[in-house]
């Protein structure tokens, strides 16, 4: 008995704005790739220290949580991290026995001398349409977030990212 063929769905065949954003995903994953090789750190320590220049300081715990690792994975995370000079562990003013991962102020202001320009030009790009066309393309883009959460496993993991976040504190609510 042979298997059904199964078809590849035909990006080709795809309007030219889901390509685009097929595109985007590959040049977002090679500006992080970039941005990771100029660190000298792997995904993983990229993602670690993505979560702490925008939350600020975390709790080993909290690091672990917005990573899904274990505690002995961030331990090790922290330690490269500490050891390439991208953070420093500090004492927690909130828990005597707790210690805080700091981003360091060089490390941030490295990573954010690549990222600031980089979100400036894809913010002015919104400016070049009128009122009802970057309506158009918000609503759009929220279609398309929202179709890729119905595909993907549901997480209560924080994002700092969401565009429906809104403002979060720096870091008081995230050091436990």
Do not use: C
């Not at 939350?55 to 949580?65: C, D, I, R, W």
């Not at 917005?66 to 002995?72: D, H, I, K, N, P």
């Not at 209560?156 to 403002?167: E, L, M, T, V, Y």
Request: glycine share 6%.
């Amino acid at each position: 008995m042979s298997q059904p063929d199964q078809q590849t769905p035909s990006f080709g065949e795809s309007h030219a704005a889901t390509l685009l954003l097929r595109e985007l995903l590959d040049v977002t994953e090679d500006f992080e790739r970039s941005l990771g090789d100029e660190l000298a750190v792997n995904a993983t320590d990229l993602s670690a220290m993505q979560h702490l220049i925008v939350a600020g300081p975390l709790s080993p715990t909290a690091l672990a949580e917005r990573l899904e690792l274990s505690s002995a994975a961030v331990t090790t995370v922290v330690d490269r991290l500490e050891a390439l000079g991208h953070v420093h562990r500090s004492p927690n003013p909130d828990d005597r026995r707790g210690t805080l991962v700091v981003p360091e102020p060089a490390s941030v202001g490295r990573a954010m001398g690549r990222i600031v320009p980089m979100v400036t030009a894809v913010d002015q790009a919104i400016h070049a349409f009128d009122d009802a066309e970057k309506e158009v393309i918000t609503r759009y883009l929220s279609r398309v977030v929202e179709a890729y959460r119905g595909q993907a496993e549901p997480t209560d993991r924080p994002r700092s990212w969401r565009a429906d976040a809104g403002p979060r504190p720096h870091a008081a609510a995230e050091t436990g």
